[in-house]
């Protein structure tokens, strides 16, 4: 089994790495605009300008501001407000390899057309959501974590009243894996997506849990963490064991599988390194890690 994350330790620049300057300079680029804008307006009041001058087409006002709302969507393609190492609301960005951003707002804006016409009133909340996050992403980014709180609690209520078990899973791809909704099929947590792939089989009472892969280029952001702790509480929701073997595929030295060990013992599973990595855990043996 792997995580796909690439240890810290590695000399290598990792593609996170890239992922978390783009962010930083997507950040840079919103603040510079703001802070045009209110020189502007400075500006213009020490120079005596009329309020409504200054507000028509063309005007300084009107360029920094239109550059600044330009910019507001580079913080969701980059992921700004997201903590670095921490799967969350905010968190994702920009997929070379795909040529398009994972972020909430494409999320909602996606189930927001396939669900519209069917649900109205359930969309409408998405669209409400998917405004705020762009709205919080800036305030998020300098410290203000309140309002990745209340993005995560809005989020969570939607994505209990999704329609359907495909608008649930999409939607709970941008939640802490401690807050996915376990479903009542265990088995839908198999995938194989852009995002990541998950295999596993299940045998009476026992899941044989065989990799966790992350996209290459969001490895390092907390994504397979926040997969693996969904199966977990799945798992204990549904009262299996789950199995498996530590076979790492991001790295071909030898601290790849004392790594994935602890990454694995973190999450409650006992493991015997001396014996081909096997790992298991039993249910409920990580404390709170009941479904929610």
Same mark, same amino acid.
């Given at each position: 089994?792997?995580?796909?994350?690439?240890?810290?330790?590695?000399?290598?620049?990792?593609?996170?790495?890239?992922?978390?300057?783009?962010?930083?300079?997507?950040?840079?680029?919103?603040?510079?605009?703001?802070?045009?804008?209110?020189?502007?307006?400075?500006?213009?009041?020490?120079? &005596? *300008?009329?309020?409504?001058?200054?507000?028509?087409?063309?005007?300084?006002?009107?360029?920094?501001?239109?550059?600044?709302?330009?910019?507001?969507?580079?913080?969701?393609?980059?992921?700004?407000?997201?903590?670095?190492?921490? *799967?969350?609301?905010?968190?994702?960005?920009?997929?070379?390899?795909?040529?398009?951003?994972?972020?909430?707002?494409?999320?909602?804006?996606?189930?927001?057309?396939?669900? &519209?016409?069917?649900?109205?009133? *359930?969309?409408?909340?998405?669209?409400?959501?998917?405004?705020?996050?762009?709205?919080?992403?800036?305030?998020?980014?300098?410290?203000?974590?309140?309002?990745?709180?209340?993005?995560?609690?809005?989020?969570?209520?939607?994505?209990?009243?999704?329609?359907?078990?495909?608008?649930?899973?999409?939607?709970?791809?941008?939640?802490?894996?401690?807050?996915?909704?376990?479903?009542?099929?265990?088995?839908?947590?198999?995938?194989?997506?852009?995002?990541?792939?998950?295999?596993?089989?299940?045998?009476?009472?026992?899941?044989?849990?065989?990799?966790?892969?992350?996209?290459?280029?969001?490895?390092?952001?907390?994504? &397979?963490?926040?997969?693996?702790?969904?199966?977990?509480?799945?798992?204990?929701?549904?009262?299996?064991?789950?199995?498996?073997?530590?076979?790492?595929?991001?790295?071909?030295?030898?601290?790849?599988?004392?790594?994935?060990?602890?990454?694995?013992?973190?999450?409650?599973?006992?493991?015997?390194?001396?014996?081909?990595?096997?790992?298991?855990?039993?249910?409920?043996?990580?404390?709170?890690?009941?479904?929610?």
């Amino acid at each position: 089994m792997s995580e796909g994350q690439t240890p810290p330790a590695d000399l290598v620049r990792r593609p996170v790495d890239e992922l978390l300057e783009r962010r930083q300079q997507a950040l840079c680029n919103y603040l510079d605009a703001s802070a045009d804008i209110a020189g502007t307006r400075i500006r213009a009041n020490l120079n &005596g *300008w009329q309020k409504w001058l200054g507000r028509l087409p063309g005007s300084p006002i009107a360029r920094a501001t239109a550059r600044r709302d330009a910019l507001m969507r580079d913080l969701a393609v980059h992921g700004v407000g997201a903590d670095d190492h921490r *799967w969350g609301v905010l968190s994702g960005g920009f997929v070379r390899s795909l040529g398009a951003p994972l972020c909430l707002e494409d999320t909602l804006a996606e189930v927001t057309e396939r669900y &519209g016409a069917e649900h109205p009133h *359930w969309t409408r909340r998405l669209e409400a959501l998917a405004r705020a996050t762009g709205e919080a992403r800036p305030m998020a980014a300098v410290g203000d974590r309140a309002v990745v709180a209340d993005l995560t609690e809005d989020l969570l209520a939607i994505t209990r009243s999704a329609p359907d078990e495909a608008a649930r899973q999409r939607l709970s791809d941008h939640l802490p894996g401690v807050l996915r909704p376990v479903p009542s099929d265990i088995e839908s947590l198999r995938r194989d997506d852009r995002l990541a792939e998950v295999v596993f089989d299940i045998y009476a009472d026992t899941i044989k849990l065989d990799n966790i892969t992350v996209n290459p280029e969001l490895r390092g952001t907390g994504l &397979g963490t926040a997969i693996l702790q969904h199966l977990c509480r799945a798992a204990d929701a549904h009262h299996l064991c789950i199995v498996g073997q530590l076979v790492p595929t991001f790295r071909d030295d030898d601290s790849a599988v004392p790594v994935l060990a602890k990454w694995c013992r973190h999450h409650g599973f006992s493991v015997n390194e001396r014996l081909g990595g096997r790992i298991v855990r039993t249910p409920m043996s990580v404390p709170g890690a009941a479904a929610m």
